[in-house]
């Protein structure tokens, strides 16, 4: 779904008919995933690795290792509430203060939530504690909830 709906992100329904009509399949040339994508493979590998051992340590480190201490910046069109996990790390603040900037309360974890669900399939309680441990690098309040949500669901 992120693939296919990627090139219409952000659009009207109106300006999707004007620009594709009926859409039945990519409208891209390439499929292509966005940072939601992304940050979703970036959860199944803290998963992969840690399992439900899974730490804050372990999330800030792999946030440094694969993200913020990469030149070429971050994934591809990371949303806002990265960016400001992005400069936080970067500064050398660490969770939970890593998480404390204007958009902590948004949608990014909850884009990266999946596979949490799906490695705790049946047990929703367990979804949602991995979820909230990943979040804590980069999310606070309603941001953790709304991960929660989608993982346990």
Do not use: C
């Not at 979804?127 to 669901?153: K, Q």
Request: proline share 5%; aromatic share 6%; charged share 20%.
């Amino acid at each position: 779904g992120d693939a296919l709906g990627a090139p219409a992100e952000n659009l009207k329904p109106s300006e999707i008919r004007a620009r594709w009509g009926r859409i039945t399949g990519y409208v891209a040339e390439r499929p292509a995933g966005t940072d939601d994508t992304e940050y979703a493979l970036f959860s199944g590998l803290l998963l992969a690795r840690h399992g439900s051992a899974l730490t804050p340590a372990h999330v800030e480190a792999a946030w440094h290792e694969h993200i913020a201490d990469r030149a070429e910046g971050p994934f591809r069109g990371a949303g806002f509430s990265e960016r400001g996990t992005l400069e936080n790390l970067r500064r050398g603040l660490a969770a939970p203060v890593s998480a404390q900037h204007r958009h902590a309360w948004s949608d990014g974890l909850a884009m990266r939530a999946a596979p949490f669900g799906v490695f705790a399939a049946g047990r929703p309680a367990e979804a949602a504690r991995l979820v909230a441990v990943d979040g804590s690098v980069s999310h606070e309040g309603e941001g953790i909830h709304g991960g929660r949500a989608v993982a346990a669901g």
